[in-house]
């Protein structure tokens, strides 16, 4: 098996052909953390849950400072938020509770002037959650005079905390993020809310129903394979701007370009690269997903994939060769008054600002492809063939063939893989380096039981 090297320099067929993780194996485990409910059972695969105990389940969510690295070979300098005492991570811990939970969330703002020359208070918000407190207190805006200071009471730097609650009253998939700070001392840019979520200081929110870890909302159509999980947090990067902030230079917001497009803060090809791969420290969410075929009875739920965007323009998600079955958005089931069924079918997942959508999704096998039942078309001979990196040798799920002379493929059992990425072709790019950014694929695995490795 070829190795993984971390990802350098601007040559990324390169490094996609060193992206032989696809379903790795090779890694190894992450170091212990609050974790639970990834797909498979190493947590490689799949939404990554941090969990607390339900009904009062209490997380402490702490500001942090650190780098990332972007598919160019570059590096970020981001804040973000780590639950407890954990080494900083980008995007936050994914907070997985249950509907009617009472959460408790206490902020910690460890950014100090030390790490940052000027250091930001920094609030919390929760979109579409009510009844929000802030030490006791409602949470609302913060003012000084006329002037909005931050969104939310804010925790000074150097340590400052603010413990907000909440009931978890519906079920759903929400963004957290900075709602901004305000600085003892006066306003300064750094706590604008818009910079500060810009700089990473966002996460997502799993509201999980009544009915069930198994469904979306307490609706049987809304059921899905608790196996098959996952979560892509959008969000986009100038770098000119968290380059201002790490000098504690000003940025006018009126440049603001950016330049990165991430899924769960990779780019392709980390995207797809196993939940806390080693070589990408404060990146510890993947996004590939790794679904078996539809089968009524061995596999008759569908897959899901909780979709948040934290950009600043629509990003057009698309997952090729399937359409996804749209069940919910920002926190809503998509049903009447009246439980009318407004689920609908979609062929690119148009996820604008600040929203969430939730999809469900299958594989068919419809022309029930076998060697018994060959494609409809001649293979062309071997040497004619032009391969992909993927690509198993036969047009089969689950059957492996001899590969060209010289050709390596990374197909392991047989297995699909299809391509799933954001459809304006711009943002899936690097800073110009094009087929980066928030590219991932969705694998099909044959059926169980197969060769795969588990
Ligand atoms: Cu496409």
Redesign the pocket.
């Given at each position: 098996m070829l190795r993984f090297t971390r990802p350098r320099g601007r040559a990324w067929l390169s490094l996609l052909a060193s992206t032989a993780l696809v379903s790795g194996a090779l890694l190894a485990p992450p170091a212990a953390r609050p974790t639970s409910a990834a797909t498979l059972a190493n947590n490689r695969v799949g939404m990554v849950c941090t969990t607390s105990t339900s009904p009062n389940p209490t997380f402490t969510l702490t500001t942090k400072r650190g780098y990332i690295n972007l598919p160019d070979g570059t590096t970020a300098y981001m804040w973000g938020f780590s639950e407890g005492t954990g080494a900083f991570q980008h995007p936050g811990p994914v907070l997985c509770v249950n509907e009617g939970d009472t959460v408790t969330i206490v902020l910690k703002n460890a950014l100090t002037n030390s790490i940052t020359p000027k250091a930001p208070a920094v609030s919390l918000v929760f979109p579409g959650q009510v009844g929000v407190t802030a030490d006791g207190a409602p949470s609302q805006p913060q003012f000084s005079g006329t002037t909005l200071l931050s969104l939310a009471q804010a925790a000074q730097p150097g340590g400052g905390t603010v413990t907000y609650s909440f009931t978890a009253s519906r079920p759903g998939t929400f963004l957290y993020e900075s709602g901004g700070g305000q600085a003892t001392g006066g306003s300064t840019f750094y706590t604008n809310s818009q910079i500060q979520v810009r700089m990473g200081l966002f996460g997502a929110l799993v509201v999980r129903p009544s009915s069930g870890a198994n469904f979306a909302y307490d609706g049987s159509e809304t059921r899905f394979n608790p196996s098959t999980e996952f979560l892509a947090l959008l969000s986009e990067i100038d770098p000119y701007l968290n380059a201002a902030v790490q000098k504690g230079k000003a940025f006018n917001l009126n440049s603001y370009h950016p330049r990165y497009w991430l899924i769960n803060g990779r780019g392709f090809p980390d995207s797809i690269a196993d939940n806390f791969a080693s070589w990408l420290p404060s990146q510890p969410y993947g996004s590939l997903a790794e679904i078996h075929p539809y089968d009524a009875t061995a596999n008759p739920y569908p897959s899901i994939d909780r979709f948040l965007s934290v950009g600043t323009e629509d990003y057009p998600f698309?997952p090729?060769g399937n359409n996804g079955k749209v069940i919910g958005r920002d926190g809503a089931a998509l049903e009447g008054p009246a439980g009318q069924d407004m689920t609908f079918d979609e062929f690119v997942v148009n996820v604008g600002p600040g929203q969430t959508w939730d999809v469900l999704f299958d594989w068919r096998d419809a022309e029930s492809y076998s060697p018994g039942n060959p494609v409809p078309a001649s293979e062309p001979n071997l040497q004619n063939l032009t391969v992909g990196m993927f690509y198993s040798g036969s047009p089969y799920l689950g059957a492996q063939e001899p590969m060209p002379p010289g050709i390596s493929t990374l197909n392991e059992c047989g297995e699909f893989y299809i391509?799933?990425?954001n459809?304006a072709l711009y943002q899936i790019t690097s800073w110009g380096v094009n087929m980066t950014g928030p590219i991932t694929y969705t694998r099909v695995d044959p059926p169980l039981p197969n060769n795969c490795p588990a």
């Amino acid at each position: 098996m070829l190795r993984f090297t971390r990802p350098r320099g601007r040559a990324w067929l390169s490094l996609l052909a060193s992206t032989a993780l696809v379903s790795g194996a090779l890694l190894a485990p992450p170091a212990a953390r609050p974790t639970s409910a990834a797909t498979l059972a190493n947590n490689r695969v799949g939404m990554v849950c941090t969990t607390s105990t339900s009904p009062n389940p209490t997380f402490t969510l702490t500001t942090k400072r650190g780098y990332i690295n972007l598919p160019d070979g570059t590096t970020a300098y981001m804040w973000g938020f780590s639950e407890g005492t954990g080494a900083f991570q980008h995007p936050g811990p994914v907070l997985c509770v249950n509907e009617g939970d009472t959460v408790t969330i206490v902020l910690k703002n460890a950014l100090t002037n030390s790490i940052t020359p000027k250091a930001p208070a920094v609030s919390l918000v929760f979109p579409g959650q009510v009844g929000v407190t802030a030490d006791g207190a409602p949470s609302q805006p913060q003012f000084s005079g006329t002037t909005l200071l931050s969104l939310a009471q804010a925790a000074q730097p150097g340590g400052g905390t603010v413990t907000y609650s909440f009931t978890a009253s519906r079920p759903g998939t929400f963004l957290y993020e900075s709602g901004g700070g305000q600085a003892t001392g006066g306003s300064t840019f750094y706590t604008n809310s818009q910079i500060q979520v810009r700089m990473g200081l966002f996460g997502a929110l799993v509201v999980r129903p009544s009915s069930g870890a198994n469904f979306a909302y307490d609706g049987s159509e809304t059921r899905f394979n608790p196996s098959t999980e996952f979560l892509a947090l959008l969000s986009e990067i100038d770098p000119y701007l968290n380059a201002a902030v790490q000098k504690g230079k000003a940025f006018n917001l009126n440049s603001y370009h950016p330049r990165y497009w991430l899924i769960n803060g990779r780019g392709f090809p980390d995207s797809i690269a196993d939940n806390f791969a080693s070589w990408l420290p404060s990146q510890p969410y993947g996004s590939l997903a790794e679904i078996h075929p539809y089968d009524a009875t061995a596999n008759p739920y569908p897959s899901i994939d909780r979709f948040l965007s934290v950009g600043t323009e629509d990003y057009p998600f698309h997952p090729h060769g399937n359409n996804g079955k749209v069940i919910g958005r920002d926190g809503a089931a998509l049903e009447g008054p009246a439980g009318q069924d407004m689920t609908f079918d979609e062929f690119v997942v148009n996820v604008g600002p600040g929203q969430t959508w939730d999809v469900l999704f299958d594989w068919r096998d419809a022309e029930s492809y076998s060697p018994g039942n060959p494609v409809p078309a001649s293979e062309p001979n071997l040497q004619n063939l032009t391969v992909g990196m993927f690509y198993s040798g036969s047009p089969y799920l689950g059957a492996q063939e001899p590969m060209p002379p010289g050709i390596s493929t990374l197909n392991e059992c047989g297995e699909f893989y299809i391509i799933s990425h954001n459809h304006a072709l711009y943002q899936i790019t690097s800073w110009g380096v094009n087929m980066t950014g928030p590219i991932t694929y969705t694998r099909v695995d044959p059926p169980l039981p197969n060769n795969c490795p588990a």
